[in-house]
């Protein structure tokens, strides 16, 4: 079993699921790098899933997902709501999210995962939770950004502990790439913020090496920002800690 489910698996198929749409900046939203080409920051992997999670895939992805479509997303009609709208790369099982997405109620969640089990368990989390401000998209979150995120839309981008590809081989596979940040940065919204957290000290310094160096984006701190309240400290970095790394956030916004 692929841990990726197949692309018709989000396809709303009743009244009452989620429908597509289209922004009025869609054509403008497919047309930056990278490329169909580009380096995947993700390996397809066999893992388990359990049959909570694979019942939630089953039963509850026509509700809170959408699936990957190259049309860039009405944000309004997708979350019911106007709002302010936080694109986060990668929720892994999706803890973070719940919490991050309860305390700020007033704000929408667009998660992007890739990872079938994490995709169950952030599904059971929004049916058990009552969460109404979370939708999912199960997709490599590079092609998701270039084609369905308008220029200018987003408030915010979470970027939690992104897997390291410790290997110097490997570091190409990143996500944090000049390339991707510049097409993430153009999806901001004029004074939206990008947040990354990482606890590999090398992987720290490529993102504000990277961040620093794409002109739209100016840094809120002085290098490396204190962890916000409404970060809580999450699975990966709880590994990380007790493997005695630091962790160090990166908060950069567009400027205005
Ligand atoms: C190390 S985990 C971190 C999970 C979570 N943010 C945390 O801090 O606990 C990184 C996650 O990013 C996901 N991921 C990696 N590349 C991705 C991509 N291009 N699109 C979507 N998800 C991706 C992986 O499947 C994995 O679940």
């Keep these: 079993m692929t841990t990726i489910a197949p692309m018709n698996a989000t396809e709303p198929t009743s009244p009452g699921q989620l429908t597509d749409s289209t922004h009025p900046k869609a054509n403008e939203a497919s047309a930056t790098h990278p ?16 049959p909570g999670q694979k019942e939630a895939l089953d039963s509850l992805m026509p509700l809170w997902a959408r699936p990957y479509r190259a049309a860039a997303l009405d944000f309004e009609q997708v979350f019911g709501r106007p709002a302010a709208t936080i694109l986060e790369i990668g929720f892994g099982m999706g803890e973070t999210t719940e ?21 169950g368990a952030l599904l059971k989390r929004i049916e058990t939770s009552g969460l109404q401000n979370i939708r999912i998209i199960q997709h ?33 596979r990143r996500l944090v790439q000049p390339p991707f940040i510049a097409l993430l940065a153009s999806r901001l919204a004029p004074g939206g913020y990008i947040h990354c957290a990482t606890d590999w000290e090398n992987y720290a310094e490529q993102m504000l090496a990277v961040l620093g160096a794409e002109s739209s984006l100016e840094n809120s701190c002085e290098g490396y920002a204190p962890r916000p309240d409404f970060r809580p400290q999450t699975k990966f970095e709880t590994r990380g800690l007790r493997l005695g790394h630091g962790v160090w956030d990166l908060i950069f916004t567009r400027k205005k």
Excluded: Q
């Design 140 to 172: 490599d979150a590079v092609e998701v950004v270039r084609d369905m995120i308008a220029p200018d839309s987003l408030a915010g981008i979470h970027i939690y502990f992104p897997d390291p590809w410790p290997k110097s081989r490997h570091h190409k």
């Design 99 to 119: 919490k991050i997405a309860t305390t700020r109620a007033d704000d929408n969640f667009l998660c992007v995962e890739v990872f079938n089990a994490g995709v």
């Design 35 to 50: 490329g169909p080409s580009h380096i995947r920051s993700f390996v397809h992997r066999r893992s388990h899933i359990t």
